[in-house]
């Protein structure tokens, strides 16, 4: 047996590793099973990083009412663990009469859940706002916002292991036996003994649904494919720029800035048939330029430095045969687990009213003591890049490392690189590094600074070339050496 814990749950995406660090608030013994090397791998890392504001979905629905919760709290979250947030607002433009009628029941929907502040913007108000999109007119959302996905993800975990959780990587959950007193996980990288399961699993979520005895769903995946932007198309775009909706909420391509200052465009989406792949295609090239300058006239394909997709779960409602509403049950049949189903957006605006709900489920059935000493913030690795001079002087002053420009386009330096590899999750691929620190996520897309970072990998792991791996399992970077 390779650990034997309280609770053990199961994926560490950001819904997985908000739930993780809500039962930290507990004195319990809790571990996260991840099937990637690192968290934000799939589909918390491959979105749009928006803050939803909770007008497309219907009143009444749990993920409505996760969404408007979260929308509200995200100032606080976002200082408390110190993530990058911006609450632009955001625009849903139209262009006909039918658009029109569409976002004024929408905005009949949003009022009725409770989003602030919405108003109709016409043509000269949209360009006092921002005037390089599109449209005739637009439904004005003041509550959106935009954050950084994978630093918020990464702060609920490591957040959650500064309070006592350990994260176990490359744990795929291949069976789970339930037994006297508990359950028996077998994973690629040993057994686990457990009282509760929490099912987070995201895209294979109904594959463990059915180990745990919930039963079976019927699942799909939705692919999307996008652009990413220069920063220098993100001066020109201030706050996300959607399409008007169908209506059943669902949109087309959208423009939307980061928090960085990029811009992203899409996502083209459709069901993909066979394994899950983030290959992106040439067939979404067409789509993704003619929608995105539909919204955005001045996009410019020289401004693209890469494209990536994501995928994300969708679950029929057997009753409707409509996307299922977040799911989060429980049932005398499956004791002692938390099942998780159809989580899928705005399940990164929605993650932590969503584990409070877990949380609730678990202590109504077994009351846990809380945790003394409890803390709830956590520290990003700080950017020499966003430090004043002073402060610039001061860090090279303390460190010589941070005098070290590694990365030129995002001027990351050797000290904040050497703290990203020493994370606190034990996390060891390129990619950890990149999303700490933005490492390679500039103009050259790593053409530059990605040989150096592996230097440093090797340097602090003692890690021979061919083992450093980019972000998964099997993407090896090397196999020797051309010359010595």
Sequence with gaps: MDGEYDV????????????????????????????????????????????????????????????????????????????????????IVGFTREDRNKLTCFQRQGKENGVPGLKFLDRTQMDEVNPAIGGSFALYVPSAGILDPFLYTIALAENAVANGVRYYFDSEVLSIARESGGYTLRTGGGRFRTRWVVNCAGLSACRISEMLGFGHYNPHRLRGEYFLLDKLAGKKVTLPI??????????????????????????????????????????????????????YPQLDRRNVIRSYAGVFPRVEDPETGKELDFRIETKEEAPCAVNLV????????????IARRVAAAIVEKEPLPPRPGFDPRHKRIVRFAECTAEEQERLIAANADYGELVCRCEHVTKAELRKAIRNPLHAVTVNSVKYRTRAGMGRCQGGYCESRIVELMQEEYGLRPEEIRLFSKNSYLFTGKVKN
């Excluded at 994926?11 to 996260?32: D, F, K």
């Excluded at 791998?41 to 749990?62: D, E, Q, V, Y």
């Excluded at 159809?342 to 009213?353: K, M, N």
């Design 8 to 91: 053990v749950i199961i994926g560490g995406g950001v819904v997985g590793s908000a739930v993780a660090r809500e039962l930290s608030r507990y004195r319990t013994r809790i571990a996260v099973l991840e099937k990637e090397l690192d968290v934000c791998m799939a589909t918390s890392g491959r979105n749009t990083g928006l803050l939803h504001s909770g007008i497309l979905n219907a009143p009444g629905l749990l993920r409505t009412v996760c969404c408007v919760e979260g929308n509200r709290e995200f100032d606080q979250v976002a200082e408390e663990l110190d993530v990058p947030f911006k609450r632009t607002g955001k625009m």
């Design 342 to 353: 159809s989580i899928t957006s705005p399940g990164l605006t929605g993650a932590l009213p």
């Design 242 to 295: 959607y399409p008007t909706p169908g209506e059943n909420g669902e949109f087309g391509v959208h423009v939307t800035p980061t928090v960085d200052g990029n811009v992203l465009i899409g996502p083209v989406n459709y069901y993909p048939d066979g394994e899950i792949s983030y290959a992106t295609t040439r067939e979404a090239v067409g789509p993704l330029m003619e929608n995105g300058k539909e919204l």
